[in-house]
């Protein structure tokens, strides 16, 4: 099926791009990166200031050791002086995987006859968040494939569904979704089932190495997907996550198209995305690139710093698609969330397996970290990270709290950190083992202990009381 912009409504095609490859390469070859300019660089983004093309390309132009440990050490700083030790958790649901794309590197394209095509059954997705939600999560994210299926109205009932559920004292308090863009009036009907973000990753900005990949279907328009968030803005969803898949071109070119696309939204509406994204190629079931663009481990590194410094007020999400050493190397740069007791297998969650091999004709790519929620809760616990499931701002419609928490003095202190904690709470009242419970709770106390002002401190003690009593959800 080739996609026919004809076939659009004529408001959606106002929508202008606003990738210049020309542009980008332009910064990318005429920018040098002094060791003055690099530190007068990391110094403006430490300001609280997001940083220009040409400022981001004087980072990825850096490449003497010494600098580039520069870099990394201003995303630790301006991670630990802005964000402070949260890392909020959340898993991925993948509901349907028919597709009707032919995207190169993806294990679900149409093409592929050995994968087991699933959709989930209002009964098949009841049954996977109730074993979600017997685990501790209370974020999800959706995901779906790009199929006539899953149109707007299959995604909103999905979302109804889930929030529906609810098992013991669990519940689902915000829900993500990952799918194909939709057109605006598409975007209204989902956004009224009450999303949380709606992420569309672009996969490659480069606009000839998009045309290579992606080999049928209606992603191959590069325009349609690459306006598919302003088509959500237009729709009322302000809160949207952005997202480039690496190894399909030269990551320096991807940041900078990162970047280009979060100017593009803080220019015409005013608010940058929430979050950014930035998977790494990893195996598929008849996967099909081009491997010359590989991201090593160390220029991955490298680019969530740059990212960290170029854009500090969006939220970073780094998922199991990377290993447990890379995540917790790459955590301190600066990101915000991460998933635990990751299953991308369709129906995985509800399944009582002995072992944790993926069937890759089940699922889109391999994952690299198969810890469970609690393994992933007691490895942040000890490193004194404090995890989170809050979801506060987007149930009192403080929609863009990543920008809130950058940009409001005294918004981490007064709103994050504590919901943080009682979200910890209720995970060690109600699904914590003993031995996580124990070290948990120490890291409560110490937080506590952490809290200057003695009224709020007191506030924040008595909502943990009334929490081990039973009661639920509470939040400031
Ligand atoms: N079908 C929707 C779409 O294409 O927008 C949902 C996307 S997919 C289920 C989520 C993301 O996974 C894709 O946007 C892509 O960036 C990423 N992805 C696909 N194949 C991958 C692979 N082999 N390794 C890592 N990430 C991959
Ligand atoms: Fe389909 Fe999305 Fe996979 Fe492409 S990335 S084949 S659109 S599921």
Redesign the pocket.
């Known amino acids: 099926m080739i996609f026919r912009p004809e076939k659009l409504k004529i408001k959606d095609q106002r929508m202008k791009p606003f990738i210049d490859s020309d542009e980008l390469w332009g910064y990318i070859h005429a920018t040098p990166a002094t060791k003055e300019r690099v530190r007068e660089v990391i110094a403006k983004s430490l300001g609280k200031n997001r940083l220009t093309l040409e400022e981001t390309a004087v980072l990825i132009n850096a490449t003497d050791p010494d600098l580039i440990e520069e870099i990394k050490q201003g995303a630790r700083t301006l991670k630990e002086k802005v964000y402070g030790q949260r890392i909020v958790l959340f898993a991925p649901l993948y509901v349907g995987n028919l597709?009707t794309?032919n995207?190169a590197?993806?294990?679900?394209k149409a093409s592929n006859q050995q994968v087991k095509r699933i959709t989930l059954d209002e009964d098949d997705l009841i049954a996977q968040v109730k074993a979600l939600e017997d685990s501790g999560q209370k974020r999800l994210i959706l995901?779906?494939?790009?199929h006539p299926r899953y149109d707007a109205k299959f995604i909103a009932d999905s979302v109804r569904t889930v929030y529906s559920v609810k098992s013991g004292r669990g519940e689902i308090r915000r829900v993500n979704i990952?799918?194909?863009p939709m057109d605006i009036d598409g975007f209204r009907i989902i956004k009224d089932s009450k999303i949380g973000t709606y992420q569309?990753?672009q996969?490659t900005y480069h606009e000839e190495t998009y045309g290579k990949v992606h080999l049928g279907g209606i992603?191959r328009n590069f325009e349609w997907r690459l306006t598919s968030l302003d088509r959500a803005q237009e729709a009322g969803i302000d809160d949207v996550g952005i997202?480039a898949?690496f190894g399909l071109y030269d990551w320096r070119f991807e940041v900078l198209g990162l970047v280009r696309h979060t100017n593009h939204f803080e220019a015409v509406y005013n608010v940058g995305p929430h979050t950014i994204s930035f998977?790494?190629?990893?195996?598929?079931s008849q996967?099909n690139i081009d491997k010359s663009h590989m991201v090593t481990d160390a220029e991955f590194t490298r680019l969530v710093a740059i990212l960290r410094l170029a854009v500090p007020y969006t939220g970073l999400i780094l998922t199991a698609?990377e290993s447990a050493a890379i995540r917790d190397e790459i955590m301190q740069f600066g990101v915000s969330q991460i998933d635990g007791g990751t299953n991308i297998e369709l129906g995985g969650y509800s399944k009582k397996k002995d072992n944790l091999d993926q069937d890759i004709d089940m699922e889109?790519?391999q994952i690299n970290d198969n810890r469970t929620l609690n393994e992933i809760m007691d490895e942040l616990i000890d490193k004194k990270y404090i995890p989170s499931f809050c979801t506060a701002c987007y149930r009192l419609g403080r929609t863009g709290e990543h920008f809130m928490e950058f940009s409001v003095p005294g918004f981490i202190k007064r709103y994050c950190q504590p919901n943080a904690l009682l979200t910890l709470v209720e995970y060690l009242e109600d699904y914590a083992p003993a031995e996580t419970k124990l070290k948990g709770y120490e890291l409560v106390s110490e937080k506590l202990g952490e809290i200057e002002d003695t009224a709020f401190r007191e506030n924040l003690s008595g909502k943990i009381e009334q929490l081990k009593n039973g009661t639920r959800d509470l939040y400031f």
């Not at 590197?105 to 679900?108: A, D, E, I, N």
């Not at 995901?143 to 790009?146: M, R």
């Not at 998977?279 to 598929?284: L, N, T, V």
């Open positions: 597709c794309n995207c590197y993806c294990g679900f995901v779906f494939g790009e990952n799918a194909a569309v990753f996969e992603k997202g898949l998977p790494r190629i990893q195996y598929a996967l698609r889109q790519f």
